[in-house]
């Protein structure tokens, strides 16, 4: 059974790239019972061995239009300036068959979309530590060329901005740590909502999940958003 005696609880996930969300996602899928991940559907071409239906549902643009003439989705967005992608509105109404709650992990635009339709959700962003330990794991990765990652550190500038209309704020600096504190905000939203007395142990991790609600990282938050300022005088920075 579901946390929720009627409607799903739902989560929206979003993260600039590098910042370690899609491991965070997957251990937190594997540990958390009854929550549905929602597969989104992109127009993006298959990246390595990503698979039709399992990371997103990959179709051509006009296929793409026609879902979005038919309403069938619950918010939909042109993520960096180029492919579109959308989460489907029966991925909500199946999740709510099953009594299960949802995930959603998608960008700022779509965040913002899902808010005003469904403003009980529950926002999370995940933020490195700094500007730095971003880009030491785009390069890592060994995805993307020199300046697809010099682009995506701009995106990420640009993205960390909208981190103040996000309910909890989860900083990935140790993977480990990042991946409890994520796993009790999920249980914290659930036991909140059952409106039941709280266990010694479950008011541990309702504590937990506390920790990363925006108002109690600001003082880390500065230091992680300075990082990412342009140097003094060196006439670079976001575009208005
Ligand atoms: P990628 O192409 O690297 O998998 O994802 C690029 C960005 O698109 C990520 O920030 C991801 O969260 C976002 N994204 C994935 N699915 C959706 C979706 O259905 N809607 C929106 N608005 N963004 C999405």
Known sequence: MSSSANRPLVYIISAPSGSGKSTLVNELLKSVRDLDFSISYTTRAPRGSEINGSQYYFVSRSEFEKMIRDDEFLEHAEVFGKDLYGTARRFLREAEQKGHDLLLDIDVQGAAQIQKKLPDA???FILPPDRKTLEKRLRKRGEDRGEVI????IAASRE????????????????????????AIVQSERLRRSGKPLSEEESKTVALADRCRLANVR?????????????????????P
Not at 150 to 153: A, F, G, Q, S, V
């Open 122 to 124: 529950t926002s999370i």
């Open 160 to 183: 960390i901005q909208n981190y103040d209309r996000y309910n909890y704020i989860l900083v990935n600096d140790l993977l480990e740590e990042s991946s409890k504190n994520l796993q």
């Open 150 to 153: 010099d682009r995506r550190l």
């Open 219 to 239: 003082d880390r938050l500065k230091r992680i958003l300075d990082s990412f300022k342009p140097p003094e005088g060196s006439g670079g920075g976001n575009p």
